[in-house]
């Protein structure tokens, strides 16, 4: 497990700048620090000490003399140096050496000697590489005066009763060609010139004269003309193996620093390129990252490591030899193993969802979705399994694969995989390729870039476009994050930056190597990275390069706004320094903002000066509190964004005016990144990555990594819901525990209680995938909603509870969901069994088969023995015959269907005379025309009266025994109808009618003839006289109305009737009014 890494502050210290003040501090650091006598030193289970006066006798003997003689001795038999590491101006370690000619006059050897005397790191900080740090610095090169030329090497050395210390050394100066192994520890061993002949020509250092009577064995190889080394000479410690030290895990001083943030900057040519160190200790030792082929995800997301299969590899039983994909995070953290058994790996990639995208040689690609070992499979086709898939390149969410028949196969989405043939490229041999994103690309849709020899083809969907070059072939090829530019390596040791149209060469940069990096990568979309085994090459514009060399193999990961470099030791992160940074911490920048933060070191010591700078960016002081809180944002170190920070905060309570709310976002914003960058966690996501990737997928990869606490804490923080984040902690919960399902099931419910959006659907769904059925169906039943309860238990095979729940939510169209699925999987009559119980179910069962499928409707009928039901439905489909004899045939069905019930006699007769009907109706088109068969009795009485047979309407009155009643309302009816106002005169002087005489006036009156409605008003003698008179009202007779009220003595009615009445009306109302008033 990876720690961050404090960039630590280093002091150095050469002969005389070694002062008894900081001997003293040496030989307390010893004490303190250094260890514990073990049981075979002299005061076993006892601390090591150390006197400032012994060190300075032992370790530093030639400085011990008085200050006057130092600077009168011109030369030294050897030379010293002091390094001290600190941390906020704590010494918390140190390392010192003394050097020295060394002669072997029979090899022909004149080489220098560095000896490592003492090494010590405090223990809260041992772990980080600080002492390496420091070994390293205890190289001095011949530029820094060393009065020994070295035309050989230097050869370094270290006496330590500590392992750790000595393997300190052993990784800070590098491997010797063999290593043994002694108690665990693994020790650089030395032949041919004895240890004690080199010690003993070190000068006068007591330490180690008296060291050299004590050792055995020899350094150099008397077989190697150069003197190479070999391992022989193996030391038993003597201290006690000091305690394992836990990381540190202050966020106060992860990453934090006291030196200036420049320390670690490039600058090519105009601008300015930076490393930092994110994480160290990343990988086991033993990991070799040369045999691995790795995929970074986007945004600092997971690492995927597979083994390449073309390479050897160092057996290390039968465990690590099985095939898998580990996925780490940036810390090296193994977050999940994945194995393997489908052969070769031809493509990894992730998506921005992170996603990992695994392609086989025949095609198949296996999708992983959130950090799990579950996928979902599909296959590219178009002839992949005949042809094999030679590599991939993956985009945000879709990649292409190389056949090995030059054909290029897309897939642009990972949820609806829809693979698809690119254009057919030449089939010549592809040197190189690469792909432009289709959100980049002119054309919308992805391009592809091969280097197929001296030139580059550029293959869309449609065509495959010669570019014209004629410089290749192009070993490698790279496209910008933004599209716009492709870097081209080319066969002689060039690097090309061009536009991606091909038509403008940017820039062009000679490596003068002549071994081919092994990859090519653009560090955002300024620079061109090249990456050699153990070297980084970073090409800038206008052809300026800078070099950073590595003890191991180095892997590049690209990402939007940088790079990541990794190997066993550290991770770092390699980007052009951002605008607002460079603005402020530039040497000698003299922006606001640079003012600002020197005022607030100046308001640090309390110096008038700090008003001074105020003053003097008054005008600008806005700007600078800006640029501060953006700088703030850019930087990893805690200590600078606390600067930056304060001095936003200081210039902010100066301004009068001024919205805090960039301020107050960029505070939360770093609280969260501090969090995630934290090396339990490892996601070192940029400022820039942060804003592209958003909090709510932030969220999600912590949730992929199982980080729920943190989850929840940021979701709090940003004020985000929390409900997924519960969500997927309940779903590991099934799939991992080893509980009992009613156990697991009142866990979850009990910690779930109360909480908002909680989706229980998606907890069972992963019982369910787990094969624990009741499991998941306890939990549905906390479900709320039957839409995400129902889908479920038909995946799982619980129709009935299913249906159940879909009627319980009263949801018709949930249960027309849930019965179309029953009626595919079940026999009809275990189909009808089901639902014959649930009354909503058979009712909507009924409605959908009356309009879609009558015969589910008969079968539902004969089960139940509903023989009325299955009789009307026959009557129905009648009715929608248009041959008679077949619809004759249907009647008698129906009515052979009641034949054996006497509950349904009258029905029964009813259905005998349909035939009968159907036959006469037949007779009657010839007569008069279509338009009969299919008419009820009512509807052909009405029909043959309209059309003027009242004797054949009388006879099929008779036949079918319809009421005299019935048939009157018909023939009033139909003379309306044909406004036979002849024949309803004719009926007006009827004495007597079946149905009385108001629904002749009212139909009448419907019609609008007032004057024949008028006819039936005194034929209604069952009526009052008001009543009587409002029907004269309506016709227009007001004085028959007024009649009818002096006939009755209404007094009060005739008078209101009179303020309605108006000329001869109203005078014959006044006439009765008089007559009535005489009387009185």
């Not at 070799?288 to 945004?299: K, Q, T």
């Not at 703030?632 to 170190?637: K, L, M, Y």
């Not at 005016?657 to 070192?684: H, K, Q």
Request: hydrophobic share 40%; glycine share 6%.
């Amino acid at each position: 497990m990876a720690v961050p890494i404090p960039s630590e502050a280093f002091e150095v210290f050469d002969n005389n700048e070694i002062t008894r003040e900081k001997i003293e501090q040496v030989a307390t650091l010893f004490s303190q620090e250094y260890g514990i006598w073990g049981p075979k030193g002299p005061r076993p289970g006892k601390r090591i000490c150390m006197s400032a006066l012994k060190l300075e006798d032992q370790i530093f003997p030639e400085l011990s003399l008085h200050v006057d003689e130092q600077f009168e001795r011109a030369e030294r038999a050897s030379e010293y140096r002091l390094v001290r590491s600190l941390m906020d101006g704590e010494i918390i370690g140190h390392a010192t050496a003394c050097y020295w000619k060394f002669v072997v006059e029979e090899l022909g050897i004149a080489t220098d000697i560095c000896w490592v005397t003492q090494l010590v790191v405090k223990k809260d900080w041992r772990g980080r590489g600080i002492a390496k740090q420091m070994l390293r610095k205890l190289n001095k090169e011949p530029e820094e005066g060393h009065r020994y030329g070295r035309p050989g090497r230097t050869y370094y050395g270290i006496l330590s009763s500590s392992p750790f210390a000595i393997m300190a050394a052993w990784r800070a100066f590098g491997q010797a060609d063999r290593m043994i192994e002694d108690s665990d520890l693994k020790l650089l061993a030395l032949e041919e010139c004895s240890a004690a002949k080199i010690l003993e020509s070190g000068s006068e250092i007591p330490y180690l004269q008296t060291a050299a009577s004590q050792l055995r064995g020899t350094v150099f190889d008397p077989n190697s003309e150069d003197g190479s080394l070999n391992p022989s000479l193996v030391l038993s410690h003597y201290t006690s193996p000091p305690e394992p030290q836990a990381r540190c895990a202050n966020d106060d001083i992860r990453l934090a620093t006291m030196s200036k943030p420049t320390a670690n900057w490039e600058k090519l040519s105009s601008s300015f390129y930076r490393k930092v160190p994110l994480y160290s200790s990343v990988f086991d030792s033993d990991l070799e990252l040369e045999n691995y082929a790795i995929a970074g995800a986007p945004y600092s997301g997971a690492i995927a490591f597979h083994r390449d299969e073309g390479k050897l590899h160092t057996y290390r039983g039968t465990q690590s030899a099985k095939a898998s994909i580990d996925v780490y995070s940036c810390a090296g953290k193994l977050i999940r193993r994945i194995n393997w058994d489908q052969g070769p790996i031809k493509g990894l990639g992730w998506s921005d969802e992170e996603q990992l995208l695994a392609v086989t040689e025949d095609g198949t690609v296996r999708v992983y979705e959130g950090l799990q070992a579950d996928f979902v499979p599909f296959s590219i086709g178009h002839g992949a399994e005949e042809h094999g898939v030679v590599s991939c390149r993956f985009w945000s969410n879709g990649f292409v694969a190389l056949l090995g028949n030059n054909n290029l196969v897309s897939v642009s989405r990972y949820d609806e995989p829809r693979p698809k043939l690119l254009a057919i490229p030449p089939d010549e041999p592809v040197a190189s390729w690469a792909l432009i994103p289709p959100a980049d690309s002119l054309s919308r849709s992805v391009e592809v870039l091969l280097a197929i020899g001296p030139t580059i083809y550029v293959v869309d969907a449609n065509e495959a476009e010669d570019r014209g070059l004629d410089t290749g072939p192009f070993q490698l090829i790279s496209v910008s994050p933004n599209g716009r530019f492709v870097a081209l390596y080319t066969g002689d040791g060039k690097v090309w930056v061009v536009s991606s149209d091909f038509q403008n060469r940017l820039s062009e940069y000679d490596t003068k190597s002549k071994t081919m990096p092994k990859d090519m990568q653009w560090c955002g979309n300024d620079s061109v990275v090249l990456a050699w085994e153990d070297e980084v090459r970073l090409i800038g514009p206008n052809g300026s390069a800078a070099t950073y060399v590595y003890d191991g193999w180095v892997h590049i990961i690209p990402d939007y706004d940088g790079i990541r470099l990794f190997t066993n030791e550290v991770c770092e992160f390699l980007q052009k320094v951002p605008d607002v940074t460079e603005e402020v911490f530039r040497l000698g920048s003299t922006a606001p903002a640079a003012i600002l933060l020197d005022a607030v070191d100046q308001l640090d010591k309390k110096s008038p000066k700090a008003d001074d700078d105020i003053q003097l960016i008054r005008n600008n002081l806005d700007e600078a509190v800006d640029t501060c809180v953006k700088a703030a944002g850019h930087e990893f170190s805690i200590h600078w964004q606390k600067q930056l920070l304060k001095g936003a905060s200081f210039g902010k309570s100066v301004l009068d005016l001024y919205n805090s709310d960039d301020f107050v976002d960029m505070c939360e914003t770093l609280r969260v990144l501090n969090a995630v960058r934290f090396y339990e966690v490892g996601l070192p996501l940029s400022y820039d990555q942060y804003i592209r990737l958003t909090p709510e997928r932030l969220i999600q990869r912590l949730i992929n990594r199982n980080e729920y606490l943190l989850a929840l804490r940021v979701s709090d923080y940003l004020r985000l819901p929390t409900d997924r984040i519960y969500v997927h902690w309940a779903s590991q919960k099934v799939r991992v525990s080893s509980d009992s399902e009613d156990a697991i099931c009142r866990a979850i419910v009990e910690k779930l209680d109360g909480k908002r959006g909680i989706s229980f659907e998606e907890i069972a769904r992963a019982a369910h995938d787990e094969g624990r059925q009741r499991l998941a169906t306890e939990l549905l039943n906390y479900e709320p909603r039957a839409g995400k309860q129902v889908p479920l238990l038909l995946s799982m095979k619980e129709d009935i509870i299913a249906l159940d729940k879909a009627i319980e939510s009263g949801d018709t169209d949930l249960v027309y969901f849930v019965l179309l699925s029953m009626k595919r999987k079940l026999p009809l009559p275990s189909f009808f069994r089901t639902i014959s119980s649930r009354p909503m179910a058979l009712s909507l069962v009924e409605s959908s088969a009356w309009a879609e499928d009558k015969d589910i409707l008969k079968d539902l009928y004969y089960q139940d023995d509903r023989r009325l039901d299955g009789s009307n439905l026959l009557l129905v489909e009648s009715l929608e015959q248009k041959d008679l004899q077949h619809r004759t045939d249907k009647v008698r069905s129906a009515t052979k269907l009641l034949a054996d019930s006497k509950e349904f006699t009258f029905q029964q007769k009813s259905l005998e005379e349909i035939p009968k009907l159907l036959k006469a109706q037949e007779i009657f088109e010839k007569d008069f025309g279509p338009g009969f068969i299919g008419l009820s009795i009512n509807e052909t009485i009405f029909k043959l009266i309209r059309q003027g047979a009242l004797k054949r309407a009388t006879k099929v009155q008779a036949d079918f025994r319809v009421p005299d009643r019935a048939f009157w309302y018909l023939r009033l009816r139909a003379y309306v109808a044909k406004r036979d106002w002849t024949e309803l005169e004719e009926l007006s002087k009827v004495k007597k009618s079946p149905i009385g005489w108001e629904p002749f006036f009212n139909e009448i009156l419907g019609a609008g003839n007032l004057r024949v409605a008028g006819l039936f008003v005194p034929k209604c003698t069952g009526l009052n006289y008001k009543e009587r008179a409002e029907m004269y009202i309506k016709v227009g007779m007001v004085p028959k109305a007024a009649e009818e009220m002096y006939k009755a003595k209404d007094l009060e009615g005739l008078q209101d009737l009179r303020t309605k009445a108006t000329g001869r009306e109203g005078t014959e109302v006044e006439r009765f009014i008089g007559l009535l008033q005489g009387k009185k």
